[in-house]
């Protein structure tokens, strides 16, 4: 049968600034979720709630296709209720991802980040008779986040062994890049490698403006692997409201790369525009999952689960919290190492975040007043 993920994840209120949600708000959505996985309403197959920062992430399965307005619809209003929560209890930011009023039809660009892929679960299947996956969920950092890990996944041999000991997926994939910066419609690029690696490096290595949104085999062209919310949300609002948060689904195993080749080049902490304020460029830390952010700068963090799923659509009742095992502490310790001392720079040069980026805070109107008394030396 055909199922799909949709994880769709929103800052909507945080306590004591930007943390982490309350147990009320979770505990609300959470009842929520459950109320949709029913028999008697039947939204749902499955679900989970879950927080990385101050963001809140519906992890669903469902029969009703990418971009469907029921799921999204529900997702919104799981988004309002926690609002109203956040509003009451008087916390940070609440609704501060509903850029909208009401969305139309799916929520993609009303705010929240949303990644989903819709597949075939079959478990006669020939090539793919299990269900493995990834759901990757980042705060304090633009969607080009994923950018240098998703590189490195599919195009580098050097971090991933599968590409030359798998013969399926020796054959290669075609990525789908997003340029961010195009505001009317969708303007997208697709690119095969590893014939047009040096393409994908070409576009990839601007963040700020190009993001991967999705990826998908080459052996089995309709096999989608991945997929990003790769959307900024000052293109939405027209001013800086958070950064983007981005989202992240990578199907693993058999035709696709394994989990520890999808999580290696979270080891080297790579430095994504981010932090307080969204204004500079640091490191980014792989954390637990229910992290709340509570260190110096509002690091970047990014959480990572690994499910199963059975061939009903439903989850298996455990998941794996691959970042929150101790084989990940010296890459946290290194992190914060790696940000302490970028962080002494200050405000000088590249630590802060690009001049596209900064453009949606402050900083233009004191450079617009400062312009005007430039004045040219006889």
Request: some cysteine; hydrophobic content about 40%; aromatic content about 8%.
């Amino acid at each position: 049968m055909k199922v799909t993920l949709s994880v769709i994840k929103a800052d909507v209120g945080s306590i004591g600034g930007h943390t982490r949600p309350s147990n009320k708000m979770l505990h609300t959505i959470g009842e929520m979720v459950r109320s949709a996985c029913s028999t008697e309403k039947g939204l749902l197959l499955d679900g989970m709630v879950t927080y990385t920062g101050d963001d809140i992430a519906l992890i669903m399965s469902h029969r009703h296709g990418v971009g469907a307005e029921p799921v999204h619809k529900f997702a919104w209003e799981c988004f309002l209720a926690a609002t109203e929560i956040a509003k009451q209890q008087g916390l940070y930011g609440a609704g501060q991802d509903l850029l909208v009023d009401a969305p139309s039809g799916n929520i993609r660009g009303a705010g929240p980040a949303v990644a989903e892929i819709e597949f075939e679960r079959d478990p006669r299947s020939s090539y793919r008779p299990a269900e493995a996956f990834l759901v990757f969920a980042a705060d304090k950092c633009s969607p080009g986040a994923y950018n240098y890990p998703l590189y490195n996944i599919f195009c580098n041999p050097m971090h991933n062994g599968g590409l030359l000991l798998n013969p399926k997926m020796h054959q290669g994939f075609t990525f789908t890049i997003i340029d961010m910066d195009y505001k009317d419609k969708d303007r997208i690029i697709k690119l095969d490698v590893p014939e047009r690696a040096w393409d994908v490096a070409a576009l990839l290595q601007n963040p700020d403006r190009f993001a991967v949104e999705a990826v998908h085999s080459r052996y089995k062209p309709e096999e989608q692997i991945v997929s990003v919310s790769a959307t900024r949300l000052h293109n939405i609002a027209g001013k800086y409201t958070g950064k983007d948060d981005p989202v992240a689904i990578v199907r693993t195993q058999g035709i696709f790369p394994a989990p520890e080749e999808v999580v290696e080049p979270f080891l080297l902490g790579h430095f994504v525009a981010g932090d307080a304020r969204g204004s500079h460029v640091m490191p980014i830390m792989p954390v637990a999952i229910n992290t709340p952010v509570a260190g110096a700068f509002c690091l970047p963090l990014v959480s990572c689960l690994a499910f199963s799923m059975n061939p009903d659509g439903r989850f298996t009742e455990e998941y794996v919290d691959i970042f929150g095992n101790a084989v990940w502490d010296q890459t946290r310790l290194k992190v914060q190492q790696k940000a302490d001392e970028w962080r002494r720079q200050g405000f000088i040069g590249s630590t802060m975040a690009s001049h596209a980026e900064l453009a949606y805070t402050g900083i233009v109107d004191t450079l617009k007043a400062l312009d005007e008394e430039f004045f040219i030396r006889e």
